[in-house]
Structures are given as structure tokens and as C-alpha cells.
């Protein structure tokens, strides 16, 4: 029951990491299409010095900041794929637990119903012991 537990615990984790993975890509194409667009702003502000709605300063700055946040998304998305891989071979590890002590189950059943096949032919054993000494101790007492 416990190794069910912990495996639903893995799978939910490994789910949730695989959810953050792909909201990290959107947002990264969503910054990378934004600074390539402000990339575009910027040239054309240097070629011409002069920009149709922002000064060359909010241009850069807009740029900067763009590439920082593309930085910290690219770091959260490397931290987040390293927690996946993490989850998986926790699950692979769980995985294997769950087999090994499936296969000690099966054995230990096997072992069982040995047990109680050994216990039978004992008491039927003892059974006809018992009426045996009946038989002799009936036999003794009417001689």
C-alpha cells in the first residue's frame, strides 16, 4: 500500500514537472519572439536614430530587461528538466521496489500454500495416529 502511495506521490510530481516544462517553453518563445522584436526596434533605431514610438534608452532597456527575463526562464526551465529527470528515476526506482516485492509476494505465497499443504498431510498424519492408539489402547484394555 505504502509503495502504491509513494509511486502516485512520483507520478503526480512527474506530472507537474512535465506541466511547468511546457509553460517554460511557451514562455520562452513568447520572449524570444519579444526580444527579436525589440532586437528589430533597436537596429532600426541605430540605422536611423530616431524610432516612430520609443526613445533608443526604453528600446535598450526594454532589450535588457528581455534578455534577463529569457535568462531566469532558461535557468527555471533547466531547474525544472533536472527535477523531471529527478522524478523519473524515482519513479524507475519505485517502479523496480514494486516488482521486487511482487516477485518476494509470489514466493512467499508459494511458500504458503507449501505451509499449509505440509500442515494437512500432518494432521491427517496425526489423525490417523490418533486412531491407531485408540485401536492399541482398546486392544490392551480388554486383554
Known sequence: MEVETEKAGVNTTLELSENAVEQLKTEIQYLSKE???????FN???V???HRSLPAIIVT???VFTCVLCSQTTRQ???LAE???SARRELERTNETCIRIAKEKEGMN???AQLVVELTA???ENRAQSEVTKILYSTEVVE
Open 83 to 85: 527535477e523531471l529527470v
Open 61 to 63: 532597456e526594454s532589450k
Open 110 to 112: 508459494k511458500e504458503k
Open 77 to 79: 526551465k533547466n531547474s
Open 35 to 41: 526580444k527579436s522584436e525589440v532586437v528589430d526596434q
Open 44 to 46: 532600426a533605431v541605430r
Open 122 to 124: 500432518s494432521e491427517r
Open 48 to 50: 536611423t536614430g530616431k
